[in-house]
């Protein structure tokens, strides 16, 4: 699902919100492995060093997250963008020169099972537990319930590469 841009948090309610990163959105796929763009384009090819990360995503299981690239406390997009070149050795060299970062904010198949009709907590606690078992490629993106730490977020992450906050309600799908 596509967020909506909002000028302000939404009211009071039953939301969880997690910053929104400035990457590329990917959903990543166990078994034969894929690493698809929003537009449903293939992504791996331009991130080989994500291909170790996304066997460890154990069969029936669908991600969706951000790719990013990392500098020192930042995210660097414009490094990200140049990551896309279509000679395989340039992707290659650039995989060890600024590699990506797998950001997971969704778990949308688990273990075989459709979790997209699911509630989000429920999705998400799914997601944390999954997440702890995977490499150093993945991170779980941070989420709370509380619309203050969410607002700081905003503001302190901003110059981390935080493009927003993304509001979740908690029992939707």
Known sequence: ????????????????????WDGFRAIAWSG??????????PLL???????????????GTVVDGEVVVVR???LDFDALQNRLHPAASRAAR????TPATLVAFDLLAGDGRDLRA?????????LAALAARLPASWVL????IDRELAGRWFD????????????????GP
């Open 72 to 74: 020192g406390d930042r």
């Open 94 to 97: 650039r995989a060890g020169e």
């Open 32 to 41: 034969e492995v894929r690493l698809d763009s929003r537009n449903q384009r």
């Open 45 to 59: 090819r331009y991130f080989p060093e994500l291909e170790a990360p996304l066997r460890a995503l154990p069969a």
């Open 1 to 20: 699902m596509e967020a909506r841009v909002a000028d302000l948090l939404p009211p009071e309610g039953d939301w969880a919100f997690e910053p929104k």
């Open 156 to 171: 302190e992450f901003e110059a981390a590469g935080c493009d927003g906050i993304v509001a979740k309600r908690r029992q």
């Open 118 to 126: 699911a509630p989000f907590d429920e999705r998400r606690e799914r």
């Open 141 to 144: 993106t941070p989420s709370t």
